[in-house]
């Protein structure tokens, strides 16, 4: 069965440094998300990626982020300038055009130190 | 502002005992609501979904839940749990005014069932 895929599932990084979150998703799939979880709260939409464009992002999502699809088959989640607020688990999910079902990955957890 | 909220943050359980997580969304239109579940370890995983029509959905793993629109609610059961249904559980809702389908979770509910 298709999987999303995410790595590295772990990324430590020092404040202020940037980091660079890989997704894979199902390969048929048009749509992509990125969401995150700061321990203890809730899953937090950030942004929707389609045809090579974000098409909604949340107030979180600031100049700090960006998203790219590099190739046909990465979509990538990067923070610059890392800040200790940042450290969350970072989930990508990705979706077939005509359903509504998003399929997720495992995961990032990034800790900013 | 629309919401999702989940009432239960833990719930610990004997197996056999039956399960049930509450889910409220604040918002009088039309939306489509979501389970997830996670597994340790594991990415989230689709345990049922509604968009219309029978309001009793079932799902996988023995799941199922009640849409009751009156109450906007969307809460999930199961009559028999087991061990291995130890995981945290999400609530999730699309709202019409989303373009591309974003989910709003709810907090969550960790669930712990004791052999």
């Known amino acids: 069965e298709p999987e999303v895929t995410q790595t590295p599932s772990h990324q430590v990084t020092q404040m202020g440094q940037e980091v660079i979150l890989r997704c894979v998703p199902i390969?048929?799939?048009?749509?992509f998300y990125w969401y995150r979880q700061i321990l203890g709260q809730k899953v937090e939409f950030l942004v929707s990626?389609?045809?090579?464009?974000?098409?909604?992002k949340s107030e979180i999502f600031d100049d700090q982020f960006s998203v790219e699809r590099p190739d046909g088959s990465n979509f990538t989640l990067k923070i610059r300038s890392t800040k200790l607020e940042d450290s969350a688990m970072y989930f990508c999910?990705?979706?077939?055009?005509?359903?509504?079902?998003?399929?997720f990955g495992p995961g990032t957890r990034l800790t900013v130190l | 502002a629309q919401s999702v909220s989940q009432h239960n943050h833990h719930v610990i359980l004997s197996e056999a005992a039956s399960l049930e997580l509450g889910c409220n969304y604040s918002?009088?239109?039309?939306?489509?609501l979501f389970w997830y579940v996670q597994y340790p370890g594991q990415h989230l995983q689709l345990l049922l979904k509604?968009?219309?029509?029978?309001?009793l959905v079932k799902g996988i793993k023995g799941f199922e839940a009640e849409f009751i629109k009156s109450k906007f609610s969307f809460n999930l059961r199961k009559p028999s749990v087991q061990w291995s249904d130890t995981a945290e559980y999400f609530c999730?809702?699309?709202?019409?005014?989303?373009?591309?389908?974003?989910?709003?979770f709810g907090a969550g509910t960790t669930v712990t069932v004791r052999a």
């Open positions: 999910a990705s979706r077939a055009e005509g359903y509504n079902e998003q399929f």
């Open positions: 918002y009088g239109g039309t939306v489509n």
């Open positions: 990626f389609y045809n090579n464009e974000i098409s909604e």
């Open positions: 999730a809702v699309n709202f019409p005014f989303s373009n591309d389908y974003k989910l709003s």
């Open positions: 509604y968009f219309s029509g029978d309001p």
């Open positions: 390969s048929n799939h048009l749509y």
